[in-house]
């Protein structure tokens, strides 16, 4: 043949050749370019769209679009990205590169001189971008295109987290720290594209309406052209205003709604002097100063009480109430201490309200306590003490020109916390007219208590009687709401021994006429006066098995409007399909479906002033991608990530069902390679928590694993992956695994192309706890993974979740370990449920992953775990990661434990040479130097 024809046939036959290649299976070198979209907004007029495509690691761009999909620009490193309420620029920070920070660390540079942010404006309608360079903070008016951002100033040496707890001074003071050296203030009308610049800043805010600044000066010493002080400037006149005057902390600034009056905290005393409070300020802008409306030591504070540098500074709405936070002056140091020369010690005392574990995880925010107040500056600075110790905690409504704010204390109450895991509370309304309280239930309930929007109505969920009540503001009068509806609106499926959770609240309607409360499926629109309640949904969620939820779709709605159609998310309970129904609120008909589908939806984004949406969908093998659409029936897709995906071999899932030993029918999700073939055997591992199943159409990219198992991976490498929900019996955690999991392990193994010979079992923390239950209860397995199991209840029952500071005893006996009951109460469902007792039956292989900052489980039942099948002469290895907690959080952390997940398995179930480290072990005298991944020479 001519030369010239063979070229042609076999260009012609190259893409042939091309699609028939057989695709890659993932590796571990695939994990960092693997995307995801984040940080999507569309534009109040609707017209616009921004969003962020992110790698793992990496750079991550920024794309601006408009809604019918044209590229309008893309920023690499673009963050953080804002419309300005005209919808005419959009506003974002640019980070520095990857690769410059990362040599930045490598070389171990100061954080002054690490690579800064710079900030991005782009003119929608023009084009134009302009930057700006070394910008450590923006803000954008909520109303206006206008924007403020503030230079780099030089870094703060945080060492707050090596500070010594036992002194309260030392701590007190770094949290009041600022730097003395500000930085250069930008104000910007992009309206009109004038900047006005100010040195020296140390913090600033702008007004929602855009028409002012304020901003705090820390004049450096000798300066003859800056003042320390408190500044405003107005934008429209241009006119600058010195408000306070003096060196010092100034904190809180806030605006009111329409940008006409100003509060902020500030303390001005020598810097030596032992206790600096706080006093409160205040401006109208009507005389020169800022006058004070709340000292130290003012009559209407409780005795040693001052406003708090801490506590957030809120006008209300109508600008009339300005809330603020209160609090205890300091007990101040002696200074006269000798350091070296007294004890350091933690008194734990049986009558304490907390643990002292909980108590030093909370210290930081316990110095920080305030609690809130209420002044009228336009009548007279007249003030009502909101809260105080006993009533701390409290809840504004939406509407805070409402009379009341809902507070809630369990004071006196919090030492069951142990053992219940929360603790039973009591509500009051307290009157911001009068600092009356109100209170709302006379004994004490384990109730979640919320306030309405419009602060009409206090609502909660009485988790013992098992309804929702509300108490009306006006009447006094407390409504049971659920008890005519013949259904429940507790957790259906729970199977643990305590109380089950509510389903919750989906909105409330304006003004406080209804409010939609979840049961299973359906959503009920009840009036909260007379509890007069309607089926939202119809009844079609029971009756088709549908979940409907819903959520405000409008940055910062507050209610459903009346002649608004709302857009449900709803998944399907039997065959987990996601989709959306439609319902205008005002409608009594059936809710009408948009769209269901083997796909996996977020919630709908809706701009603020036009009926378009922005939404992601996926499916287990299509990346969450981005669309926006008028009706969610015609749909637009703005983003197409990872097209690498097509080179690599990926998954399919499918649901499965089968029958326990006890007559239970279970279900669970089987993913297989995408290029499985039925006349093949493959190794199967059973990965498993709780349940699981209503994630089998979310997308799962391959990534490097905090301790789970990369299911993605393990398909791509010709692995079959089984997914089984487990329901519990209390009192048998341990036996209820072993019925669930077993029995639909053996049931798939009745396929021909399950190999049964070499099944392993992979779970953490609640999964690593099965897992070690299983291998002492069959021999089915061929290996075996755990990370951070407990294998003695016994000795874990008594012990600190040392994350949050507390007893891990209501775990045991209400919770997840489900026991239901004390330790001495039944002593052998505590014995026979922990792996421990029974380790010489095991015969399976096992890796355990137990890390040394471990918070939720302690590290040494791992070790246990480990020392005791090592005495057995059975074969198991032990991870640990130092520093890293229950999950690991290092990236570096995360590729090295999927690289030998991997390993193990393949090892174990697909007859791989061992690693070094699976093999020979690494000694400590090579840690650092060699990390054993490379194949054992024999």
């Not at 890659?24 to 962020?52: C, E, F, M, T």
């Not at 955690?733 to 639909?744: L, R």
């Not at 209400?814 to 029974?838: A, C, D, M, V």
Request: net charge positive; no cysteine; hydrophobic share 35%.
């Amino acid at each position: 043949m001519h030369k010239y024809l063979l070229l042609l046939a076999g260009l012609a036959s190259a893409p042939v050749l091309a699609q028939q290649a057989p695709k890659k299976p993932i590796d571990h070198s695939v994990y960092d370019q693997w995307q995801s979209i984040a940080r999507q907004r569309i534009s109040d007029n609707g017209k616009y769209v921004l969003y962020q495509v992110r790698p793992q690691q990496g750079d991550a761009v920024l794309y601006l679009k408009t809604a019918d999909n044209k590229l309008l620009r893309q920023v690499s490193r673009g963050d953080s990205a804002l419309f300005t309420a005209d919808s005419k620029y959009a506003v974002f920070a640019i980070k520095p590169r990857f690769q410059d920070v990362r040599q930045a660390r490598i070389k171990k540079k100061k954080p002054e001189q690490m690579p800064k942010d710079s900030l991005g404006v782009y003119a929608l309608a023009t084009g134009k971008l302009t930057k700006y360079a070394d910008v450590k903070s923006f803000q954008v008016a909520e109303r206006a295109p206008v924007l403020a951002f503030l230079g780099v100033k030089p870094a703060v040496k945080d060492s707050l987290k090596k500070a010594p707890v036992d002194t309260i001074k030392k701590i007190t003071d770094r949290l009041l720290e600022v730097k003395k050296e500000g930085a250069l203030l930008t104000v910007l009308s992009l309206a009109t594209g004038q900047p006005r610049t100010f040195e020296a800043v140390t913090d600033y805010q702008l007004s929602k309406a855009g028409n002012k600044v304020a901003f705090a000066v820390a004049a450096p010493k000798g300066s003859k052209t800056l003042k320390s002080g408190l500044f405003v400037y107005d934008l429209a006149s241009g006119e600058l205003r010195q408000l306070s005057r003096g060196k010092g902390v100034y904190k809180n600034l806030a605006f009111d709604d329409a940008g006409k009056q100003l509060a902020f905290t500030a303390e001005k005393h020598p810097e030596k002097a032992l206790i600096k409070p706080f006093s409160l300020y205040y401006s109208d802008f009507g005389r020169d100063s800022a006058r004070v409306l709340l000292a130290p030591g003012a009559s209407v504070l409780k005795p040693g009480w001052s406003p708090s540098g801490f506590g957030k500074l809120t006008f209300s709405d109508n600008g009339e109430k300005l809330f603020l936070g209160t609090a205890p002056d300091p007990i101040p140091q002696d200074t006269t201490l000798v350091d070296f020369e007294h004890a350091k010690l933690d008194i734990w005392n049986y009558k304490d309200d907390y643990l002292q574990p909980m108590q030093l995880k909370t210290l930081k925010k316990d110095l920080q306590r305030n609690y809130l107040a209420v002044i009228y500056p336009k009548q007279g600075n007249k003030f009502f003490q909101l809260e105080d110790e006993y009533l701390r905690d409290s809840y504004l409504a939406e509407n805070n020109n409402a009379e009341y704010v809902l507070a809630v204390t369990d004071t006196a109450k919090r030492i069951s916390m142990q053992w219940e895991g929360n603790t039973r509370k009591q509500a009051y309304l307290v009157s911001t007219l009068t600092g009356k309280r109100l209170a709302i239930n006379p004994q004490a309930l384990k109730s979640r208590f919320q306030i309405s929007p419009n602060g009409g109505y206090a609502v909660w969920y009485d988790d013992a009687a098992k309804a929702w009540f509300a108490y009306s503001v006006a009447s006094h009068q407390t409504v049971n709401l659920t008890q005519k509806t013949g259904v429940s609106f507790a957790d259906e499926e729970n199977d643990s021994p305590t109380d089950p959770e509510p389903y919750g609240v989906a909105a409330w309607t304006k003004n406080d006429e209804a409010v939609l409360l979840y049961d299973r499926y359906d959503i009920w629109k009840i009036n909260p006066k007379t509890g007069l309640a309607t089926n939202f949904t119809n009844g079609l969620g029971r009756q088709q098995k549908l979940r409907f939820r819903y959520h405000l779709p409008v940055e910062k709605q507050k209610f459903i409007e009346p002649g608004e159609e709302v857009l449900l998310l709803t998944q399907n309970d039997v065959d987990k399909t996601w989709g959306y129904y439609r319902k205008p609120v005002a409608s009594t008909k059936v809710p009408v479906r948009l769209a269901m589908a083997p796909m996996t939806y977020s919630n709908v984004e809706q701009a603020k002033h036009a009926r378009r949406y922005l939404y992601t969908k996926s499916s287990v093998s299509q990346s969450a991608d981005l669309y926006v659409s008028t009706d969610l029936l015609h749909e637009t897709r703005l983003s197409a990530i990872n097209p690498q995906q097509k080179d690599y071999n990926w998954l399919t899932a499918e649901l499965v069902h089968w029958t326990t030993p006890k007559g239970h029918v279970a279900t669970g999700v089987l993913y297989k390679p995408e290029n499985f073939d039925p006349s093949k055997k493959y190794p199967m591992v059973a990965y498993f928590y709780e349940k699981l199943s209503d994630g089998i159409y979310r997308y799962q990219a391959p990534a490097p694993t905090p301790s789970r198992l990369d299911i993605t991976t393990f398909a791509s490498n010709g692995y079959l992956v089984f997914t089984p929900d487990i329901s519990y019996t209390v009192g048998e955690p341990g036996p209820s695994a072993v019925e669930y999991v077993n029995s639909g392990v053996e049931e798939l193994k009745k396929n021909a192309w399950v190999d049964g010979a070499h099944i392993g079992i992979q779970g953490q923390s609640w999964g690593g706890y099965q897992v070690a239950y299983l291998i002492t209860q069959t021999n089915m397995y061929a290996a075996a993974w755990a990370g951070a199991p407990v294998v003695n209840m016994t000795s874990a029952y008594g012990g600190i979740r040392w994350e949050s500071g507390q007893s891990r005893q209501f775990q045991y006996e209400r919770t997840q370990s489900r026991i239901g009951g004390t330790l001495w109460e039944k002593p052998e469902l505590y014995i026979r449920n922990s792996p421990l007792f029974s380790l010489p039956k095991v015969q399976t292989p096992v890796v355990i992953m137990s890390n040394d900052a471990d918070g939720a489980v302690p590290w040494y039942q791992g070790i246990e775990m480990f020392t005791d099948l090592r005495r057995l002469g059975k074969p198991v290895w032990l991870l640990q990661y130092n520093g890293e907690a229950h999950n690991l959080v290092k990236r570096e952390n995360r590729k090295d434990i999927s690289i030998r997940e991997l390993q193990f398995f393949d090892h174990y179930l697909k007859g791989a040479p061992a690693p070094v480290w699976l093999d020979k072990g690494v000694p400590a005298v090579e840690k650092g130097r060699n990390w054993g991944l490379e194949v054992s020479s024999k």
